[in-house]
């Protein structure tokens, strides 16, 4: 996938994201080495990896279970364009 999306040779891809576009997150060697624990980045269609977290550890404990109640939209309606 870096050389298909011309991603930065930083690291390894993490997984894709759901945006339509080519972005992704990557774990980031570049700091720490090959023996090291790497940074988790965000690389979008500028390819600049962004940092996210400082390691995968705080990546896992940030992110959050999204329940059945709780949606993208703003409205309630469930359809996802936020009109109400």
Known sequence: MVAEWD????GVVL???????HDTVMLDYRRC???GEPAVV???EDRVPREVAPS?????AALE???EDEDDDD???GD???DG
């Not at 991603?7 to 930083?10: E, K």
């Not at 997984?15 to 576009?21: A, I, M, Q, V």
């Not at 995968?56 to 896992?60: D, K, L, N, R, S």
């Open 7 to 10: 991603y930065p040779d930083v």
């Open 15 to 21: 997984l894709d994201t759901p945006s339509g576009g």
């Open 33 to 35: 080495g090959p023996t």
């Open 42 to 44: 965000h690389v979008d």
């Open 56 to 60: 995968f550890a705080a990546f896992v």
């Open 65 to 67: 279970l999204a329940t």
């Open 75 to 77: 409205d309630g309606d």
């Open 80 to 82: 996802g364009d936020g």
